[in-house]
């Protein structure tokens, strides 16, 4: 089963905008969690990760001071709260699971949503 985003949208630059990941089919609390996303024409890229206990978060340099990785064992939910948004931070924003700690490598996910688009205008 895969882990499902919601919460993409559109919003003017210096907005703000929440994306949640959802996991109904897996044993939440035993993975780390990840936020990558892809712009048209580039690969997809890091953007944050967080511990399966949430104790750890670590994010990719541009977004760092402006979202925020957190999480909901219970509701068996990740969020991306995201803030001050730039038109560059426009892409596919998938989120994905693993096994053991933090890591920045989309190699090292194991299980990916289909992503939902978050368009930032300018």
């Known amino acids: 089963v895969q882990p499902v985003e919601s919460g993409g949208g559109l919003v003017q630059a210096g907005g703000s905008l929440r994306v949640s990941c959802a996991d109904t089919?897996?044993?939440?609390?035993?993975?780390?969690m990840g936020w990558f996303r892809q712009a048209p024409g580039k690969e997809r890229e890091f953007v944050a990760a967080i511990s399966w206990s949430g104790g750890r978060t670590y994010y990719e340099d541009s977004v760092k001071g402006r979202f925020n990785i957190s999480r909901d064992n219970v509701k068996n939910v990740v969020y991306l709260q995201m803030n001050s948004l730039k038109p560059e931070d426009t892409g596919v924003y998938y989120c994905?699971?693993?096994?053991?700690?933090?890591?920045?490598?989309?190699?090292?996910?194991?299980?990916w949503g289909q992503g939902t688009q978050v368009t930032v205008s300018s």
């Open positions: 089919g897996r044993t939440f609390s035993s993975y780390a």
């Open positions: 994905a699971q693993k096994v053991g700690g933090l890591m920045a490598v989309a190699e090292g996910y194991t299980y």
